[in-house]
């Protein structure tokens, strides 16, 4: 089946801890996207994609990183920078970067304790 | 400074009824809107979508529509089923952003 994967689907940070989220297609996107979603509020892009090896900051870039190195992967480090990590993180991906419909996996929830 | 903008939180609606999700938005640059459904702890699933050249469009029991002056579009669900119990975010591409912009959501309640 095609689809986007993320793993894994809880996530437990300590203070001053980076972490990886790990997010993988298998539809042959060009583009894949993060998002991060809090309760009560929308989602909001923290990095994007269009191609391999290219990616671009979003609207809340600051205290994450990312690798496009593969076409199929996309993850994100959450690095200790980021005062306010515990999120719902959901990765997306579309046919490229012209296309307006995006496919979400299943989101990885990160707790700090 | 929200562009997309989903006013209403939540809203309960009779089962076999019409429910009817709105959404406003500010930047007049956006050309492609979608509404998404959400279950807790899953990812959204693409419901519907509406290029700005239309002002509506229909699948099944959902139709979008789309009032480009009044910057306004809406998402009717008829009739209403138990299984449309999620939350429903409404999204805009376009106008120079990137990614999609997306609302705070609104949870649909279907009652019995």
């Known amino acids: 089946d095609g689809g986007i994967t993320q793993s894994p689907k809880y996530l437990f940070r300590k203070e001053g801890q980076n972490v990886t989220l790990s997010c993988e297609q298998n539809l042959n996107h060009d583009a894949m996207y993060w998002y991060r979603q809090d309760p009560g509020q929308g989602l909001r892009l923290i990095y994007y994609s269009q191609i391999v090896n290219d990616f671009q900051k979003g609207d809340i870039a600051e205290g994450y990183s990312v690798s496009r190195e593969k076409k199929e992967s996309f993850p994100l480090t959450v690095t200790s920078a980021q005062k306010n990590p515990t999120a719902f993180y959901l990765c997306?991906?579309?046919?490229?970067?012209?296309?307006?419909?995006?496919?979400f996996g299943p989101g990885t929830r990160l707790l700090v304790l | 400074d929200q562009q997309v903008k989903q006013n209403s939180p939540s809203l309960s609606v009779q089962e076999g009824r019409i429910s009817i999700l709105n959404c406003d938005y500010t930047?007049?640059?956006?050309?492609?809107f979608l509404w998404y459904k959400k279950y807790p702890a899953e990812g959204p699933t693409f419901l519907i979508s509406?290029?700005?050249?239309?002002d509506k469009n229909e699948d099944g029991r959902f139709t979008v529509f789309l009032n480009k002056s009044a910057k306004h579009l809406s998402l009717h669900i008829v009739p209403s089923q138990p299984g449309d119990s999620a939350v429903y975010f409404c999204a805009a591409a376009g106008g120079g952003a990137d990614g999609l912009t997306f609302g705070k959501g609104t949870h649909l309640i279907i009652q019995p």
């Open positions: 509406i290029s700005s050249i239309k």
């Open positions: 930047n007049s640059m956006f050309d492609y």
């Open positions: 997306a991906s579309s046919t490229n970067g012209r296309a307006k419909n995006q496919y």
